[in-house]
């Protein structure tokens, strides 16, 4: 029998393979002529990758010049690149290696887990680590360890270098002040007309006995110099010892550890103090003149700063529930009040009003007694929290993390000093403090796992404190001391005050009505 079934042959459509939109990303860490040649050269590589890729489409190779890895947030381009991959435009990265993407493990692996959540992935090209294929985490962990760990000793290397330098005197000045330029023989030499407006600041500061205020206002209202003056520059220009020929070199430095942040020299390091290293513009006497000048004026705004500013009890520990702002000390009807700072300044954008210091210490003593009366309830709630708390277990491993780097610390400082005996070569020098910085980093991170449990027996111990504090006193008018051991900081609204204890706890008392001529 013959069916009627007609049959209809559909024509397979090909299916195509999507293709993903891909970035390439290029550092170089500094600006020399063979790093920028380097550079260009994986700029053009990038370019010629992705683009002869049948299944890729290149979205853009974002560049960074001159910038180092360990700090992502001065690197525009890799900022620009991961707005994009938040934007959906990219799918997929691929970079040189590790230590071109951040030196920095931490960061690292933080901006990864951020791209794998927006299914972006990244492959490194050098440790052929693609975070698209699993178990990658791992190998990234110990590849940036070693990248980061590199980069600090890298770091510690030319700090190591640049102290030497100035202990023999010898300077490399990158930034010249003011009143002085570089000649074709890189010789530095005066500006002259930069040199006239130095003097002039001189000559009103001392001999007119006109501010630093004024001679801002004069240098900008007159266009002087053709540049935005500033009152700290012109301080600045008057502390300079450089404008009579001298330099005091490590005035700032640049810390060891891992973040590497400038800070202020106050005695840390030894200074080196050369004479005659610049042009002279002008006479030493005038120098030390402006900054004995500078100096008395300063102890005398610090005098009247404390004056001000004196510490009561409260002070810094008041918030305002409603607009978060500090609640800052004043007199109303000559008696104490504490208000918040956005209030008192316009009573429109806050209106929590004042509360009078008298009522924070009523608020306080019932607090006490509340507590004292009590007592099973926190003992209850110490219990409580104990049961969460890390054991002893772990309290020996920490202790024995610090002794550990603690040894490494006097490790590294005995290797400066072999270094500097010229005990060891430089190649040993970086083969070791490669080690000890490797160790470091990883009981670092060990220790940061187990602090997480020990941040909760924090609770325990305050909980004691407060426990203890109240057992052994009986305070009948307020104590400032008790008051410290106990709260840690107050938090104010329209109804009520919140007494935050040391311990996580709070404790509620109502507000009185107030007076309403009272801000």
Same mark, same amino acid.
């Given at each position: ?66 910038? #180092? $890895? #360990? ?18 435009? *990219? ?20 901006? !990864? ?10 492959? %490194? ?44 005197? *010898? ?26 407006? &130095? ?32 009152? $700290? $520059? ?59 000048? =500078? ?10 700063? #404390? ?7 409260? #002070?810094?520990?008041?918030?305002? !529930? ?12 000559? =008696? ?28 306080? &003593? ?8 009590? =007592? ?49 070569? %430089?190649?040993? %020098? ?7 910085? !490797? ?42 001391? *008790? %008051? ?5 900081? *107050?938090? &104010? ?24 001529? &009272?801000?």
């Amino acid at each position: 029998m013959t069916s009627d079934r007609k049959v209809t042959i559909i024509q397979p459509e090909r299916i195509q393979n999507q293709r993903l939109s891909v970035a390439g990303y290029v550092r170089v860490s500094s600006d020399s002529e063979e790093q920028l040649h380097s550079f260009q050269s994986q700029l053009n590589y990038f370019h010629h990758l992705i683009e002869n890729d049948r299944n890729s489409i290149l979205v853009d190779v974002y560049v960074d010049e001159g910038i #180092t $890895g #360990t700090r992502i947030d001065k690197r525009d381009g890799f900022n620009r690149m991961i707005r994009d991959c938040n934007n959906g435009k *990219i799918d997929r990265i691929i970079t040189k290696s590790i230590s071109r993407f951040a030196r920095n493990i931490i960061e690292t692996l933080r901006v !990864l887990r951020e791209l794998k959540a927006l299914g972006v992935s990244v492959y %490194f090209e050098s440790e052929h680590i693609d975070t698209a294929v699993g178990g990658s985490e791992v190998m990234l962990s110990v590849y940036s360890i070693l990248a980061e760990n590199e980069s600090k000793t890298i770091a510690l290397n030319q700090r190591w270098a640049f102290r030497k330098r100035a202990e023999k005197g *010898i300077y490399n000045q990158s930034h010249l002040p003011y009143g002085y330029i570089r000649n074709e023989n890189n010789e530095i030499i005066v500006n002259e007309d930069e040199a006239e407006i &130095v003097r002039m600041v001189y000559d009103m500061y001392l001999n007119q006995n006109i501010s630093t205020v004024k001679i801002e206002e004069y240098l900008n209202s007159n266009h002087i110099g053709n540049r935005k003056w500033s009152r $700290g $520059g012109i301080t600045g220009m008057l502390v300079n010892e450089r404008y009579c020929g001298d330099m005091l070199l490590q005035k700032k430095y640049t810390t060891d550890d891992f973040p590497y942040r400038l800070i202020r020299n106050k005695g840390d390091i030894a200074q080196y103090y050369i004479y005659d290293a610049f042009p002279k513009i002008i006479e030493r006497e005038m120098v030390k003149k402006s900054k004995d000048k =500078l100096l008395k004026a300063k102890e005398k705004y610090n005098k009247k700063q #404390t004056k001000e500013n004196t510490i009561y009890p409260f #002070t810094s520990m008041i918030k305002c !529930l409603n607009c978060g702002s500090k609640f800052k000390r004043k007199m109303m009807k000559r =008696l104490p009040y504490w208000s918040c700072v956005k209030h008192s300044k316009n009573a429109k954008d806050c209106e929590i009003k004042a509360i009078s210091e008298q009522e924070l210490i009523n608020g306080f &003593v019932n607090v006490y007694h509340r507590l004292k009366d009590n =007592l099973f309830m926190l003992e209850e709630y110490q219990e409580h929290i104990k049961d969460c708390s890390m054991n002893q277990e772990i309290r020996d491993e920490l202790i024995d993390i610090e002794q550990q780097l603690e040894s490494i610390h006097k490790e590294k400082i005995q290797l400066y000093h072999y270094m500097e005996e010229n005990i060891i070569d %430089f190649q040993i %020098f970086s083969k070791k403090m490669n080690e000890l910085q !490797l160790n470091k980093t990883l009981l670092e991170m060990e220790k940061t796992k187990k602090s997480e449990k020990v941040l909760r027996n924090l609770e325990v111990i305050e909980t004691a404190s407060i426990i203890n504090t109240l057992v052994m006193s009986d305070m009948k008018n307020f104590d400032e001391e *008790i %008051f410290s051991r106990i709260v840690d900081s *107050i938090d &104010v609204d329209e109804k009520d005050i919140y007494f935050n204890l040391k311990n996580e706890l709070k404790v509620k008392i109502e507000r009185k009505r107030m007076n309403k001529n &009272v801000n």
